[in-house]
């Protein structure tokens, strides 16, 4: 078997979308990634995110499916369903950097209204100043609670969660305890997540409380599970991640999405930085995306540029 390099691959997620074509097809590929040449001991100047190699004796059939796909990427219907306008409508702006200051905050809310948002989300100290600059606007505020851990008192996450409400947040990014998960005691861990969801305000109801899973780190199976656990909740998303420990991916946001109640969402969140990314994760079933790139993005798909008609 010779192996052929077939195309540059520009991002983790554009990977995951050629090599699950490939496979279904039945299709030889080798995936090298940048952090594959370390190992190699090979010190370049490399573009893109890895390359994808090809069986030599299928070149032509792999180069008629890898143009199938880059027609599919770029095809005119798939950019009209996700306008900018409508993209915006899926992000949740991010900014949870903890040495970020006011003039970051200003600036992060600022590009939340410029581009219409569905959230900013922020760290819980910034909540009270991103309600009062997003006030009649619909952009909601977000914020996390017992971030990144989950590894607080349930005491503690309720009476944190009751500040923030307080303070005017619309939604809150709840963090799963991993060590009860990890303890066999899974039902705990649920039990608590569910009774601060079930503390929030009926008379708001455009509050709302999503649950980080950490997927990167429970794995498939433990994530199935838990996310089929919530779906007799009143937890309206479950979320892959933090960020802190991982990035989403095709495959999380598949399982949460079966796993999911009907009208339950799924947030993917970590490492989504190209608008390549943002349209693999939408594509796979994702309803929000958290993403501190969001204004970047949201730029690279035409947003804020003049209309020509």
């Given amino acids: ?46 573009r893109g995110w890895g390359w994808l190699y090809v069986d030599q004796t299928e070149l032509d059939r792999a180069r008629d499916l890898d143009a199938e796909l880059e027609l599919a990427l770029n095809a005119p219907g798939a950019a009209s369903a996700f306008s900018p306008q409508t993209l915006a409508r899926t992000i949740d702006h991010t900014l949870l950097e903890a040495g970020a200051g006011q003039d970051e905050l200003a600036r992060h809310l600022d590009q939340c209204l410029e581009m219409g948002a569905a959230a900013a989300c922020v760290l819980p100290w910034m909540v009270p100043e991103a309600a009062r600059a997003l ?104 979320k892959t991640g933090t960020g802190f420990f991982g990035p989403a991916t095709i495959e999380d946001v598949r399982l949460l999405k079966r796993a999911a109640a009907p009208g339950q969402g799924v947030k993917a969140a970590g490492g989504i930085r190209t608008l390549a990314d943002a349209l ?30």
């Fill in 280 to 309: 693999a994760l939408l594509a796979a079933g994702a309803d929000r995306l958290g993403a501190s790139a969001g204004y970047a993005i949201w730029r690279e798909a035409g947003g804020g540029q003049p209309v020509v008609s």
């Fill in 135 to 238: 006030a009649g606007s619909e952009v909601a505020v977000c914020t996390v609670v017992d971030f990144p851990l989950g590894a607080g008192l349930a005491g503690h996450k309720l009476a944190e969660t009751r500040a923030l409400l307080a303070a005017g947040a619309a939604e809150l990014d709840v963090v799963i305890n991993r060590g009860l998960v990890a303890s066999g005691r899974e039902d705990e861990a649920v039990a608590e997540v569910a009774a601060l969801a079930e503390a929030l305000p009926r008379a708001r109801p455009e509050v709302l409380l999503k649950v980080i899973l950490e997927t990167p780190r429970l794995g498939p199976e433990a994530s199935a599970r838990l996310a089929g656990m919530f779906a007799a909740t009143p937890v309206r998303f479950l």
């Fill in 1 to 46: 078997m010779g192996w052929t390099l077939l195309r540059e691959l520009e991002s983790r997620f554009q990977a995951d979308v050629w090599l699950e074509a490939f496979r279904e097809a039945g299709v030889e590929c080798l995936l090298r990634t940048w952090e594959d040449t370390a190992y190699d001991g090979l010190f370049v100047g490399q």
